[in-house]
């Protein structure tokens, strides 16, 4: 039983320490990604498909962020600013 509150603690440790930047950051900016996606699939008609239907292994837009170093919603924000669409962007 020890042992198991133990490892309870440490897991509410290390999650804590590897809590996303994205609770940090602006709130405005943490639903850039949605947002920006919505906007995207609305207007070109070419994003939408669930990521269960890629083949497997894929890197995933949390992993991307994790290794850029920024947050989910600021990866939106980016590929807003670079898609030359004006129907995207965060708010």
Partial sequence: MTK???LAVAAL???ALALPQAAWADAGTNNCWGTVSSQ??????????H???QSEPR????????DL???VGEVGAFLASVDELEATHCP
Avoid: M, P
């Avoid at 890197?59 to 994790?66: D, F, R, S």
């Fill in 4 to 6: 198991i509150r133990i």
């Fill in 51 to 53: 990521a269960s239907a």
């Fill in 40 to 49: 995207r699939a609305s207007t070109e008609h070419d994003i939408g498909e």
């Fill in 69 to 71: 170093g920024i947050s």
């Fill in 59 to 66: 890197a995933g837009l949390g992993n991307l962020a994790q």
């Fill in 13 to 15: 440790v290390v999650s």
